[in-house]
């Protein structure tokens, strides 16, 4: 090999640049502590809120970690990894993002100082993973199991997750809302209940105010009726759901038809009409007065349906047609051939109401119905989508509940006593993982400290008298963010549901755990900027 010694070897392609060993590390935790910053001031029901513009000026306000996180346009891949982090905390539980990404970025902070006093990353994050599946241990210790029939601590589930949004006096009555539609659309499936929040329909629209926004027990149909002369009211609906066009299908290939005088062209046109009237005789033997098509209604069969009293709507989505046979219990029919009395869903009235400038089906007071409808209501839109995520919040809680019905008290109670017993249990540890173990107790007070700052305490005086009292035995003490006190957390009904700590707590393991593992970052060059007015080259 010595006829390489002197030759400079080149293995990247030009314009790639290589960072490694400390460097690597510092660069990555640098940039995951500045998205952790970004939500930090969100945290808590004192937190502040973000306003984004895109790039089409479009302004997005908003205190939830998920929504910022989402619009912000990241480009550092570590910075990146915690964005992931807060997608798949608010598609597994819906809650929690903010906390996960601010205790990522703290485990890095704390890391941080350990790999300055020689700590390798593989100790840390050895003791990393111990004290997050003792954490874990802990949380289903000291939680307390609920009732699902008891729709008080429920409630209060629903309003702590709310806590901080622009909702105002509407929070309770968002938090009843969310509760009962929950409880409508839980399923027992062998020894556990759940319940999908898919099931549940969000519709918005502006206009009057958030306590207008109302739950249906049945489903929205962003649609009109199809003709003028049918009914707009249906009362003691009989429902069919047909996913089928009722138009005369066109072939696939070429046809040509040779007539040669006018009595052929009519017999043609009136062939046609009878196949129409067919149709709509065998929605009519069949019982129904309803007909919600998932593809297209012919003008003729729309003329027969009218003469008939029976109220149609056409082009509804597949998924509210899935919806409504859950809320309806009516079969979905692909073939009119196969129709029968006993595929009808039902339903207490099928009625178009005109919400705002738009006309929309409503299907209410289905029996028992599996799947439930939201009309949210605000005087403004970016009220509206704020009050959607809130209640989207809420749901996810509360479905939290439903699928491990076990909570824990919030306001920095539960990481306060989790910090106390994770110190205990270092000290069992031993040799440099029991550092990394400290250090893991220390990032679990940031909740607090957090939840502190945003409310103008001081964080000091709050963390000295928060571990006071859980040395005294004080398990759910945690902190008033309005009076600055120390209080029981669960006497105040601030709960939250395990399901969300330990998901928020696992998430913030995995992705610190990931990028303490990364000592070499190496990226490729990036393309020349185009010309102005050019678009790429040609295969």
Not at 56 to 69: C, E, N, R
Not at 241 to 264: G, R, V, Y
Not at 353 to 365: A, L, P, T, V
């Amino acid at each position: 090999m010595s006829y390489l010694a002197n030759q400079q070897v080149i293995i990247l392609k030009e314009g790639s640049s290589r960072n490694r060993g400390k460097d690597a590390q510092r660069g990555n935790i640098s940039a995951a502590r500045i998205v952790s910053e970004v939500v930090k001031t969100t945290l808590g029901p004192r937190g502040m809120d973000k306003m984004m513009v895109d790039s089409l000026g479009d302004v997005t306000i908003t205190s939830d970690g998920a929504t910022v996180l989402d619009e912000l346009d990241v480009q550092h891949p570590a910075a990146k990894m915690l964005v992931e982090v807060a997608k798949t905390q608010d598609d597994e539980v819906g809650d929690g993002t903010t906390t996960s990404v601010v205790l990522a970025g703290e485990l890095l902070k704390r890391a941080e100082f350990l790999l300055d006093q020689g700590v390798h990353p593989t100790v840390i994050n050895a003791g990393y993973k111990k004290a997050g599946e003792r954490a874990r241990e802990i949380l289903n210790e000291i939680s307390k199991p609920v009732d699902l029939k008891d729709t008080e601590t429920l409630r209060k589930v629903a309003i702590t997750a709310m806590r901080g949004k622009s909702l105002g006096g509407a929070t309770e009555h968002f938090a009843k809302i969310a509760v009962q539609a929950v409880n409508q659309i839980i399923e027992k499936r062998g020894d556990s209940f759940v319940a999908d929040i898919d099931n549940i329909q969000l519709v918005k629209k502006e206009g009057k105010s958030l306590m207008d926004t109302e739950l249906v027990n049945g489903v929205i149909i962003d649609k009109e009726v199809v003709h003028p002369g049918m009914p707009k009211r249906m009362q003691k609906a009989r429902i069919a759901l047909l996913d089928t066009a009722m138009e005369i299908e066109k072939t696939e290939f070429s046809a040509e038809i040779k007539i040669s005088n006018p009595q052929q062209m009519q017999s043609f046109l009136d062939e046609e009409t009878k196949l129409m009237k067919d149709m709509v005789d065998k929605v009519a033997e069949a019982g129904a007065n309803v007909v919600l098509c998932q593809k297209g209604i012919d003008e003729i069969a729309q003329s027969f349906m009218a003469k008939q009293g029976i109220l149609a709507a056409r082009r509804i989505k597949k998924s509210d047609i899935e919806k409504l046979s859950r809320a309806t219990g009516g079969r979905i029919v692909t073939n009119l051939e196969d129709l029968r009395a006993s595929d009808l869903g039902n339903a207490g009235l099928v009625e178009e109401r005109k919400i705002g400038d738009d006309k929309m089906i409503f299907i209410e007071d289905a029996k028992d119905p599996k799947s439930v409808s939201i009309l949210i209501r605000a005087g403004l839109e970016r009220m509206v989508d704020e009050a959607e995520r809130s209640l989207k919040d809420a749901l996810s809680v509360v479905i939290d509940v439903v699928k491990k019905n076990k909570i824990v008290a919030g306001g920095g109670a539960v990481e306060t006593e989790l910090a106390k017993r994770i110190r205990d249990y270092a000290t069992k540890i031993g040799g440099r993982e029991q550092l990394a173990v400290e250090a893991f107790a220390d990032a679990m007070e940031a909740i607090p400290r957090t939840l502190s700052e945003n409310a103008g305490l001081d964080q000091v005086d709050i963390l000295v008298a928060l571990r006071a009292a859980h040395e005294a035995k004080g398990l759910w003490s945690g902190i008033n963010v309005y009076t600055g006190e120390i209080t029981d957390m669960m006497k105040e009904g601030v709960l939250e549901p395990v399901k969300v700590k330990e998901h928020a707590i696992g998430s913030a393991v995995e992705v610190a755990s990931m990028i303490l593992r990364i000592d070499d970052v190496i990226a490729a060059a990036k393309p020349p900027p185009m010309p102005r007015g050019q678009g790429p080259p040609p295969d």
